[in-house]
Each structure stands twice: as C-alpha cells, then as structure tokens.
C-alpha cells in the first residue's frame, strides 16, 4: 500500500480526467502525474533521499497537491505546516524534523527571512506560488520544467509518509508519525462505509489541506478517482460559488464553516443541489447549526467524523442514517470500519457500558509514533491502544459519546489549542498574577478560548485587546484569548490544582466577556 498508487491508478484509468481545478488552472491525471515525477527530480536534486523530511508552508492549491505526491515519490517523508503559525513556531517545527528542504507560497513568503534565521537544519527554499520567486528561494514551476520525470520510489507500507505537528501541553509540538499504511487504512475504511464520497465526483479543498481532516479526504478521493476541487482558502461566499459553478458532489467542512455557509447572505442564492456528502468533524456542532445545515442541504448525507491526527486521523463515524434519530445527534457515531474502540478506566480495564472513562483505539490506522519522543510514544500506545486523552462514554449500540477533553485542549475553529500553551504566554504579561485558558461554547467557533485572569496586587485591569495581542506576540494569533474575565482567585483543589472543570461548568453558557 503507498500513497501514490492512486495518482499511478489515475493517470492510466482517466488521464484526460481533471484531476485538479484551483482558480483557472485544470490539470489532467496524466498531467498531474507528469509533473508529481519532474518535482520529484528536483527534490532528488537539491539532495532528499530516502527518508528525508520535506516541509511544506502554503494555503491550498494544485501545487500543494502535487507536493504531497512528489515528496514521497522521490522518497522523502512529507511534513505539512500549521499556516496559522508565528515564524518561531515553524521553524521550532523546522528543526525538530531535520527538514532540509521548505515550500513555501506566496502569502507566507513574509515568515522566511525570520525562519531561515532561526531554522539552521534548512538548506533550501522553493517557491511554489504563482507571484515573482524572492531572492534565495528556487521557483517551482522552473524546476518543474528543467527536470525530467524520475520513477517513482515507491515507498510503501510501514515507510512513514509524514510528520504531522500537533500541540503540545507543554507548548512544544509533537510530530505525529504517520505510515502509507496508517493512512491508507484510514482513507480505505472511510471509504467502505459509501456515505462519504462518491466514485467518480468531485471533493471540495476548502479546509486547510495541512490539516488531516482535509488530508483523509484528499487520500480517499485520490483513491477512488475524480477531481480535486481546490479554492486557497474557506469564505462561504467562495464554498457556496465553487459548489454550484463546478457541481461539487463531496466536501469536508469543519462545523465553523458550516454555520457560516448557511447564514451567510452570499451563500443564500447559491444551488447546492449537487452536494450529496458532507463530512464534519474537527470540532463540536450545536444542534441549532446542523439543523439549519441539514434544512439547507436535505440531500446531502451528513457524516461526523471523530478522531485524531494520532489515528490517520478517524475512529468513529456518525452516518447519515444515525442523522435522523435525535437521541444519536450528540454521539460521535461507532467505531469506523478499520478500527476498534474501548473506554477504559485509568487501569486500562474496560468499563460497563454507560460509564465515561478514557476513549482508547486500535487498529492499522494508529500512528507509528512522535517523532524522536520514545517514552511519550511508549505512554500514548501503552497495550497497544491509542490513548486519546479524551474522556466518553458508550452505549449499549456502540455509540461513542465524548464528555470532556482530559488534556484540556480547546477546539476553536476546527484548530487544537492547548490551555497550557496560552496560560505560559499570558502569564508573562506584567499584570498578571495567575490564569487559568479554559474553552467555553461558542456558536461560531464551536470553542472560544477564554482566559479566566486573577491580577497582581495593585494593578489595574488591562483591556482584553491588550492581552490578546501579548499573547498573539508570543504563539500563533488564534490560539489568543477571544475573551478575558477578570477574578479575585481561582477555584483550588486540596492539592492545589486550579479546578478548570469548576470555570468551564460556570461559564458553560457564559456571554463574551471582555
């Protein structure tokens, strides 16, 4: 099994078939095909070989497609970049991979200079925007032309095909180590259910293509066959655009996106009709949004997908069928067709049905582990199951209902925040004695960070707007507190452990605070 093997299927089965359509460029499979060889020629040129890590920084485009085909075909291991990141944070990345080699587009071209300065592993810069290629940096579309096609490598099976950072508790990321195998198990059980893409359609790119939701749908189109429908990045203007204009029949949204595709007055007139499978996931939807969703799109089969980039990146499925009984509508589905599902105690023993504990997965599909971090690998696959760090419950059907993030991370957007990670950087503002990041609802956002904040002595309140940008100096900007609440202490526990499970339920339907 190899990631490639559906560009090779393609490329002999439909060759004049679009394969990509970003802006208004359509590249065929044989095209496609032809120009995954020449880039991987030219990544064998400026030296990856056999297990080198290859960086990728870039919104969505048809190149970011071909990326993902061409590192593995000239042998490399693909390592996907958060877009939303400070320079800091991805040449941290940068360097905790041994990446060599960065593409990088047009609108991140500006974190360059500052990554080149901190990233000492990175020899080269290729350009794979449409823009004039910078001092220092190799323009893509060049060496696509002034290289020949090279075979492919075939790597296969347990070879990894990426690292994929995630947060970190500590504010470091980790880099999840993902198998052609791990991947493709996921994409192909994904597949086996029927409910989430069409053979022969056309998926929707408007999720973030680093992103592994997007990703798993990107590998089970590339499977199946048909065309990659790719716009730069989400608006619901352009969602609602692309799916009439190209007849969309398959999409990932992550509930964010949803809501905003359904209220949007320039989604409103929009002919959604050819839509028939819509996979969410990422991050909680309200019952309000999927039901406005659902009266939208009445023919659409809506799929939730719940998982972890540590899973390739799916567990569970809630199908379209379980859509229709109420009662189901919070669940996160049973366990996918490639996976096995369990929730244990915290002595790793099963529980009864009905009692939370810890959601724990196995199957092919779970990750190989993080990159270069041996003994947290060790603790997250203890027995041999995945364990997630989150805390559910099962029904007696099967159904996995998730209750709470045992990690405290915060899904806002469809991104992972780490409570931790902020709570470090708001911590070093002058006014702050202590502080607590907690997620509280949010119709929008699914999450909103929320700081809770105890000053020092003395000190007056700063604006809200003054934290956020303290900490958006010091972490990626969506990670900042969207709303602050200021207290004279924070609930303790006789051990002294700040009880976030006391904030979150006090503020569970909490207006914005400022």
């Known amino acids: 099994m190899y990631v490639t093997q559906g560009l090779h299927r393609a490329a002999h089965e439909t060759p004049d078939l679009p394969a990509t359509v970003f802006g208004d460029r359509t590249r065929t499979w044989a095209q496609s ?46 390592v996907p970049l958060n877009v939303r990141w400070s320079a800091a944070e991805v040449a941290y990345a940068l360097t905790d991979a ?53 075979p492919d490598a075939h790597r296969r099976g347990d070879d990894p095909f990426g690292v994929y950072y995630t947060g970190g508790t500590t504010g470091a990321s980790k880099g999840v180590v993902l198998s052609h195998a791990n991947l493709l198990v996921s994409a192909l059980g994904m597949l086996a259910t029927g ?83 819509l996979v969410y996931g990422a991050s909680p939807i309200s019952a309000a949004v999927l039901d406005r969703a659902t009266s939208r799109l009445p023919d659409c089969g809506f799929v939730q997908a719940y998982g972890m980039t540590e899973l390739a990146p799916v567990a569970t499925l809630l199908r ?23 929730i244990v105690d915290a002595d790793d023993r099963e529980v009864p049905r009905g009692t939370v504990g810890e959601i724990v997965v196995r199957g092919g599909h779970v990750m190989q582990g993080y990159w270069n971090r041996p003994e947290e690998t060790a603790a997250a696959l203890r027995g041999g199951w995945m364990h997630t760090g ?46 607590a990041v907690i997620g509280v609802p949010d119709d929008r956002w699914g999450e909103r960070v ?3 904040v105890v000053l020092r002595d003395g000190v007056a309140a700063p604006p809200a707007d003054e934290l956020r940008e303290h900490v958006a100096e010091r972490i990626a900007r969506y990670k900042a507190p969207r709303s602050v609440e200021y207290l004279e202490a924070l609930p303790i526990s006789g051990a002294g452990k700040i009880l976030k499970r006391e904030l979150r339920a006090a503020r569970a339907a909490a207006p914005t605070m400022a």
Not at 35 to 62: F, H, P, T, W, Y
Request: charged letters at 20%; one cysteine or more.
């Open 33 to 78: 095909l032809d120009r995954v060889a020449r880039l991987a020629a030219a990544l064998q040129g400026l030296g990856v070989a056999s297990g080198d890590r290859v960086a990728i920084l870039s919104l969505n485009s048809d190149r970011y497609h071909e990326a993902l085909l061409a590192v593995p075909w000239a042998g490399g291991i693909v």
């Open 98 to 150: 041994d990446a060599r080699v960065l593409l990088v587009d047009d609108a991140l071209l500006p974190l360059v200079p500052r990554v080149r300065a901190e990233a000492p592993t990175l020899r080269h810069v290729v350009h794979v925007g449409d823009g004039p290629t910078p001092e220092g940096a190799l323009p893509s579309e060049g060496l696509v032309e002034g290289h020949d096609p090279v």
């Open 195 to 277: 409910d989430v893409m069409r053979p022969g359609g056309t998926l929707l790119h408007a999720a973030p293509m680093f992103h592994l939701a997007d990703g798993a749908t990107w590998l089970a189109r590339t499977v199946l066959g048909g065309t990659h429908v790719i716009l730069p990045s989400f608006t619901p203007g352009g969602v609602a655009d692309a799916i009439e204009r190209y007849r969309i029949t398959d999409a990932l949204l992550v509930p964010t996106m949803i809501q905003m595709l359904v209220d949007a007055p320039e989604a409103r007139g929009a002919d959604l009709t050819s839509l028939r499978h």
């Open 320 to 342: 379209p069928a379980d859509h229709g009984v109420e009662q189901l509508r919070r669940s996160a589905g049973r366990a996918a067709p490639h996976a096995e599902v369990r």
């Open 390 to 435: 989150d805390a559910g419950w099962m029904d007696d059907a099967g159904y996995v209902f998730v209750v709470d993030r045992i990690k405290d991370m915060i899904i806002t957007g469809g991104e992972n925040v780490y409570s931790a990670e902020v709570e470090n950087a708001l911590a070093a503002h002058p006014a702050v004695a202590s502080c």
């Open 450 to 452: 929320h700081a809770v």
